[in-house]
DNA sequence: ATAGGGTTAG
């Protein structure tokens, strides 16, 4: 039989765009089908797709005033809720109340969604006050709304109170409060809480803990989780993808490897942890290579799995493909992000292409402390010191907090154009200014700088004095300087003190043996030779990469293992040849 | 109402 009802319900659900809505909206006037609940809730479905009809949905609405329950308004906050904006929900609820609609359970629920969206922690404080007049604060709903908007805004105190002052729990209660930990970076709170759990744990549940394990390192009780899942659940893709992420951040490669193979479905983001695995394990080459069997298998690759392919361009140096990767995002429109943009910064400024990382850096609409430690590196391995320094000063003006790792880049910079007294400035400031901790590294640069600007009693000063332990990277400054202005006191008494630490670190020997070397105590080489081999050390070889046709090839001195080693050789043979008769 | 992958240094 004809309704109308129905028919309008289908055309609302077509329509796209205003000027088709006003006809549909003539109708509803007729018909009267503007006093009814759940037609009204559709309508605004369709508005809540126009951030910027939200005035002509709430219109529409007051319409109906009267007759209308706060169906269609929960409708309309929770079309906003998921979107850009959504801010735009509470101002729906703000002229709903205003409007004399009154808000009921369903409401705060997507109410409170939608201030976790944009971190809206005074909102809901506001809302947890308004539940709590409107003797809504029992629901269960709404008491999980709560704890999940105060994780979300980070205020985990909060959370825990309405945790703990909740009298029956279900299983969204505990993952909520889970949640919350994880998103405030708080893993072992995280773990901790769910060995608490007196509900059966859901899916949702392990997923949220074993990426606590894959976070905090956690590999033992990763492994009691995974035996769990085995007996008691079904595995679903992001279960195993949970799993699979667990065991490759905690280094277990053999176990990942077998995971990833036996998985029953793979998507993208299966192959995303283990490209990403691979790169932050330092084996960039290999990551390539899952990277190309992926493309080879037909799978598309998105903003996110690109952003640590480039991350892999970045660290091998290969421009060809890292800038294949930039043309296929702009070729195919893929959207990118901060962290995307961040990874395209990054690769052009370590492949030598500072004009790119420039341009797309300023090109992007947004930049945060990564952004602009991507570049400040760049600039600082290029020995462009006085471009650094200058963006440094433009980065805390535009308000984007440094961290240590900028520092390291500033002095990095000034250590390279043997700038003492700037690095001194900016070496107080890191804890003065910004309340960082100078680490390791930035002790080893600031010794760096002394000893390039032949402060050698300073540089040994700063390296007795420091918090930590020089490493073989500082006494290798050390000592290096030493040698080069002539100090063989100082250098004994360095070589001395470096031997009574009992280093296994192959590192060391090899550096102390060079300046032996180089002193020409040749005694003592022969000394630290055997007592290199009595400690059991080995020395790992040094490599070098080279992209050949967007691929990269990994090499040691006198490598033979390549199947064109042949030509390889009669090739670098001949530009010998040649390098030498042209000298 | 709860659930997975990404960026900077070393």
Redesign the pocket.
Known sequence: MFNLKWVLLDSIKDCKNLRIFRQIHAQLVTSGLVYDDFVTSKVMEFFANFVEYGDYACDYLEQGNTRLGSFPFNSLINGYVGGEFPQTAVSVYRRMVRDGFVPDMFTF?VLL?ACSNFSGSREGRQVHGVVVKLGLLAD??VQ??LI?CYGACGDLSCAGKVFDEMVVR???SW??LI?GF?KAGHFDEAISVFFRMDVEP???TL??VL?ACARNGNLCTGKGIHGVIERRFKV????G??ML?MYVKNGCFYEAKKMFDELPTR????W??MI?GL??SDHPKESLELFSMMRTLGISP????L??VL?AC?SLGTLDFGTWVHEYINQRGIK?????G??IV?MYA?CGCIEMALQIFYSMPQR????W??LL?GLAMHGLVHEALDLFEVMTISGVEP?E?TF??IL?ACCHSGLVDEGRKYFENMSKLYNLLPKL?HYGCMIDLFCRAGLLEEAVELARTMPMKPDM?IWGVLLNACTTVGNVELSHRIQDYILELDHDDSGVFVLLSNISAINQRWSNVTRLRRLMKDRGVKKAPGSSVIEVDGKAHEFVVGDISHLQTEEIYKVLNLINSVYHESH
């Open positions: 629920p969604k269960l709903y999980n709304s999940r279900d299983v969204v993952n909520s949640s994880m859901s899916i949702a997923v949220s990426a679903n893709l992001v279960l993808n949970a992420d998507d993208i983001v299966s995303t942890i990403t790169v932050q998105d903003a996110i799995i952003t640590s991350s970045a990118w992000d901060i962290h995307t961040t990874a990054d370590k945060n402390t990564f952004t430690n991507a590196c961290n790792i390291l880049a990095t590294e990277l």
